[in-house]
C-alpha cells in the first residue's frame, strides 16, 4: 500500500509499533490531544458541506460521509478514490496526524456508486432466509467499498419493521426478531470480514439502536410512521428487538447507529439508559456510537443542550453533517460545554477512545491510502453473480395455477412500468438518496433478463401496456416508484390503477397472466389475485435482474418465503390477525 511518508507524523509512525497495545497506543494519544483535536474527532462532516477542505486538517476532523446520492462531481470509480485520498491527506496533515474514517450507506451494494453490484434490498435478502448468501453479499459490497477506499458502511439495518405503512419496511430483513438476528450478523460479518486480495478493512453499523421499526401509526413525521414513538417496555425491549443487537454486538460490530425514534417518550439519541447502560454497560460494546443524521437536533431544547444531553448519554461521533446546524458552530458549542463542565472530560475522553481504537481496529493508522488497485472489483462479474443468486433466492411464488415455470414453445409478452426499469428494481438508497427511474446505474432490467435467458422456443415481446401484442403468457411487472426513509411513509398500500389497467389488458387479450410485484413491502393485492394466473413478490431486486428470469423459466426452483406475514389489508401490518400469507409462506415447483 502506498504510504505517505512525508506526511506521517511522529505519532502516526508510532502507532504502527505491533508491540504496544492498542489501548496503550490510544491513551498516549489521547494525553497529547487538546481539547479542540478531541472534539474534532468527535464530529463527522457530510463531505459536500466542507466549507474548505483545509478544515479537516485545521480541526483535525474525525469522520466524514457521504449521504444518500453523495458523490464526487464525476460518479466515477477513480474519482471516489482520488475524493477518499484527497481527504485523507489533509487528515494525515492535522498536528498530531490522526486518520480520518469515511463513512457512506452502502445498504444493498455501493449504492451511491455508478456501476457497482445492486443487491436485493434486505426485505428480498430476509425473503432468502439464507444467512450463508447474506454473507456473501455483504462481503461483495465490502470489497467493492474498499476499492474506492472507504472504510465504513452505515449498515445492516436491523429493524424488525411492524407497520408496512412505514417507508424503511424495505431496510429490515423480518418482521420476526429471530431472523433478523441471525441475518444480521451474517451482515456484519460478511462487512467486516477480510477482503479477498484487498488489506483494506471495511467496518459495519448496527443500526438504528433502538426501535426504529416498531414506531406507533401517527406518531412520526407528518403524523406517520418514520422517526415517531416506540411504546415498548423494558422487558419486551430486551425479549425482542435487544438479542439482535447483542448478536451484532458479539459478532464484533464496530459502530451503532442511534435511532431517530423515540422509545416511551425519549428521543433515542438522548437516551443514557439506551445509549449507555444497557449498550455499553450491560451488552457491553466497546465500539462507538454515532448519531443519525443530524439526529441530536430533534432532542427538545436548544442545539448546546442537544449536545449536552446526546454527549452525556453516550453519544460519541456527531453525524452533524453540516447541512443544517453548521459543523463550526457544533464544535464550538460542544468546546464550550466542556469547558463549562456540562461535560465532564471523562466522558469527552471515553468517547475519543472509542472512535481511535475503532480506527486502529480498522487498520487506518496502517493504511490510511488506497490506490488504484482493487477498481475492478466494483461491478465484477464474480459479484454480479452473487447479486444474481440472490434475486433468484429472493423471489416468493405465491400463486401459480399452472402458469409457472415458462417451459413449452410460447410467445412471452412482458409489460408493466417495472418491467424494463432498473431504477425501480433497486429502489431507494441508489445512486441518488431517493432511488430514481429507468437507466440510473448498470444493470440487467427484468425485460433484458428474459430476453438474454429465454429457452429455444420461447419468443418474448416487449408490450409495455399490455395491448397491443397478442401472446400466450403475460408477464406483468408492477409496484412501487422508489422512494427512501420518510418519503416512502404511507396511509394506504394499495396497488396502483395504472397497474391494474396494464393487468386487465392482458387479460382482456385472453393470455394467462403472470403478475411480479416490484415493492419495498406486503400491499393490498387481496382484492386482485384471484384473477392472476400466478403472482410473485420479487422485493426489490437491485442490477442483477436476469435472477428474476432464472426462476420463470425453472433454471431455478423458487426457495423464496416470506419473511413478512402478508394481511388481507396490509396498513395492519406484521401484527394482523387476518392474513392472506403466513410469515414463511412460498411455492416450490414441484
Ligand atoms: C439517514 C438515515 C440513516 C443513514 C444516515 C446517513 O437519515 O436515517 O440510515 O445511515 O442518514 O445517510
Known amino acids: 500500500m502506498k504510504k505517505i511518508l512525508s506526511s506521517l507524523t511522529i505519532l502516526a509512525?508510532?502507532?504502527?509499533?505491533?508491540?504496544?497495545?492498542?489501548?496503550?497506543?490510544?491513551?498516549?494519544?489521547?494525553?497529547?490531544?487538546?481539547?479542540?483535536?478531541?472534539?474534532?474527532?468527535?464530529?463527522?462532516?457530510?463531505?459536500?458541506?466542507?466549507?474548505?477542505?483545509?478544515?479537516?486538517?485545521d480541526y483535525a476532523i474525525g469522520s466524514l460521509l457521504s449521504g444518500g446520492g453523495?458523490?464526487?462531481?464525476?460518479?466515477?470509480h477513480k474519482a471516489w478514490v482520488d475524493l477518499y485520498n484527497g481527504y485523507q491527506e489533509k487528515a494525515l496533515a492535522s498536528r498530531l496526524g490522526i486518520p480520518l474514517i469515511y463513512g457512506i450507506d452502502a445498504v444493498h451494494g455501493h449504492n451511491n456508486v455508478k456501476g457497482a453490484t445492486i443487491f436485493p434490498h434486505n426485505i428480498g435478502l430476509g425473503a432468502t432466509g439464507n444467512p450463508?448468501?447474506?454473507?456473501?453479499?455483504?462481503?461483495?459490497?465490502?470489497?467493492?467499498?474498499?476499492?474506492?477506499?472507504?472504510?465504513?458502511?452505515?449498515?445492516?439495518?436491523?429493524?424488525?419493521?411492524?407497520?408496512?405503512?412505514?417507508?424503511?419496511?424495505?431496510?429490515?430483513?423480518?418482521?420476526?426478531?429471530?431472523?433478523?438476528?441471525?441475518?444480521?450478523?451474517?451482515?456484519?460479518?460478511?462487512?467486516q470480514s477480510s477482503i479477498k486480495?484487498?488489506?483494506?478493512?471495511?467496518?459495519?453499523?448496527?443500526?438504528?439502536?433502538?426501535?426504529?421499526?416498531?414506531?406507533?401509526?401517527?406518531t412520526g413525521l407528518n403524523n406517520l410512521v418514520d422517526r415517531g414513538n416506540t411504546k415498548l417496555t423494558k422487558e419486551t425491549l430486551k425479549e425482542t428487538l435487544i438479542p439482535a443487537y447483542q448478536a451484532a454486538v458479539d459478532a464484533g460490530v464496530e459502530t451503532v447507529m442511534a435511532s431517530y425514534n423515540s422509545w416511551n417518550g425519549v428521543k433515542c439519541h438522548g437516551s443514557k439508559e439506551l445509549l449507555t447502560d444497557i449498550l455499553k454497560d450491560e451488552m457491553g460494546f466497546e465500539g462507538f456510537v454515532i448519531s443519525?443524521?443530524?439526529?441530536?437536533?430533534?432532542?427538545?431544547?436548544?442545539?448546546k443542550s442537544d449536545i449536552v444531553t446526546s454527549v452525556n448519554a453516550g453519544m460519541d461521533m456527531?453525524?452533524?453533517?453540516?447541512?443544517?446546524?453548521?459543523?463550526?458552530?457544533?464544535?464550538?458549542?460542544?468546546?464550550?460545554?466542556?469547558?463549562?463542565?456540562?461535560?465532564?472530560?471523562?466522558?469527552?475522553?471515553?468517547?475519543?477512545?472509542?472512535?481511535?481504537?475503532?480506527?486502529?481496529?480498522?487498520?487506518?493508522?496502517?493504511?490510511?491510502?488506497?490506490?488504484?488497485?482493487?477498481?475492478?472489483?466494483?461491478?465484477?462479474?464474480?459479484?454480479?453473480?452473487?447479486?444474481?443468486?440472490?434475486?433468484?433466492?429472493?423471489?416468493?411464488?405465491?400463486?401459480?395455477?399452472?402458469?409457472?415455470?415458462?417451459?413449452k414453445a410460447a410467445r412471452v409478452i412482458v409489460a408493466g412500468r417495472g418491467a424494463d426499469n432498473l431504477g425501480m428494481q433497486c429502489g431507494g438508497w441508489t445512486i441518488e438518496w431517493q432511488g430514481g427511474q429507468g437507466d440510473i446505474t448498470e444493470g440487467t432490467t427484468l425485460l433484458e433478463g428474459l430476453i438474454e435467458n429465454a429457452p429455444e422456443g420461447i419468443e418474448v415481446v416487449s408490450d409495455p401496456l399490455a395491448n397491443s401484442v397478442k401472446g400466450d403468457i403475460a408477464i406483468v411487472v408492477i409496484g412501487?416508484?422508489?422512494?427512501?426513509?420518510?418519503?416512502?411513509?404511507?396511509?394506504?398500500?394499495?396497488?396502483?390503477?395504472?397497474?391494474?389497467?396494464?393487468i386487465e389488458n392482458a387479460k382482456a387479450q385472453g393470455m394467462k397472466v403472470v403478475v411480479l410485484l416490484i415493492s419495498g413491502r406486503p400491499m393490498n393485492i387481496a382484492p386482485h389475485i384471484q384473477n392472476w394466473d400466478a403472482f410473485a413478490a420479487i422485493w426489490l431486486?437491485?442490477?442483477?435482474?436476469?435472477?428474476?428470469?432464472?426462476?420463470?423459466?425453472?433454471?431455478?426452483?423458487?426457495?423464496?418465503?416470506?419473511?413478512?406475514?402478508?394481511?388481507?389489508?396490509?396498513?395492519?401490518?406484521?401484527?394482523?390477525?387476518?392474513?392472506?400469507?403466513?410469515?414463511?409462506?412460498?411455492?416450490?415447483y414441484e
Open 318 to 407: 456527531v453525524m452533524v453533517s453540516g447541512e443544517a446546524e453548521p459543523y463550526k458552530k457544533f464544535m464550538a458549542l460542544l468546546t464550550e460545554a466542556i469547558e463549562e463542565e456540562l461535560i465532564p472530560m471523562s466522558r469527552i475522553d471515553d468517547a475519543v477512545s472509542r472512535i481511535l481504537k475503532v480506527k486502529f481496529r480498522a487498520g487506518l493508522f496502517e493504511n490510511p491510502l488506497m490506490d488504484y488497485d482493487y477498481l475492478t472489483e466494483i461491478g465484477s462479474d464474480e459479484n454480479r453473480e452473487i447479486g444474481r443468486d440472490a434475486v433468484r433466492q429472493s423471489v416468493v411464488l405465491l400463486k401459480n395455477e399452472s402458469a409457472l415455470p415458462i417451459s
Open 197 to 218: 486480495k484487498n488489506p483494506r478493512k471495511v467496518i459495519a453499523c448496527a443500526k438504528h439502536f433502538i426501535g426504529d421499526g416498531n414506531t406507533t401509526f401517527g
Open 480 to 502: 412501487e416508484d422508489p422512494y427512501t426513509e420518510f418519503f416512502g411513509d404511507r396511509d394506504s398500500l394499495n396497488i396502483d390503477e395504472e397497474d391494474l389497467q396494464v
Open 13 to 57: 509512525l508510532f502507532s504502527c509499533q505491533p508491540d504496544i497495545s492498542i489501548d496503550q497506543k490510544v491513551d498516549d494519544i489521547i494525553k497529547q490531544m487538546t481539547i479542540a483535536e478531541k472534539v474534532g474527532q468527535m464530529t463527522q462532516i457530510d463531505h459536500r458541506f466542507l466549507d474548505d477542505h483545509a478544515d479537516i486538517k
Open 541 to 588: 431486486p437491485g442490477s442483477e435482474g436476469a435472477g428474476v428470469s432464472d426462476v420463470l423459466f425453472g433454471n431455478f426452483n423458487p426457495t423464496g418465503r416470506l419473511s413478512f406475514p402478508w394481511p388481507v389489508k396490509a396498513e395492519e401490518g406484521a401484527k394482523s390477525e387476518s392474513l392472506l400469507y403466513n410469515l414463511g409462506a412460498g411455492l416450490s
Open 132 to 191: 450463508e448468501i447474506v454473507r456473501s453479499v455483504s462481503e461483495a459490497t465490502a470489497s467493492e467499498v474498499a476499492a474506492t477506499g472507504i472504510n465504513w458502511t452505515f449498515a445492516p439495518c436491523i429493524a424488525t419493521p411492524q407497520d408496512y405503512r412505514w417507508g424503511r419496511t424495505y431496510e429490515g430483513f423480518s418482521s420476526d426478531p429471530k431472523l433478523v438476528l441471525e441475518l444480521g450478523v451474517a451482515a456484519v460479518e460478511g462487512y
Open 70 to 76: 453523495s458523490h464526487p462531481e464525476e460518479n466515477t
Open 292 to 303: 443519525d443524521w443530524a439526529g441530536i437536533d430533534e432532542i427538545p431544547g436548544d442545539y
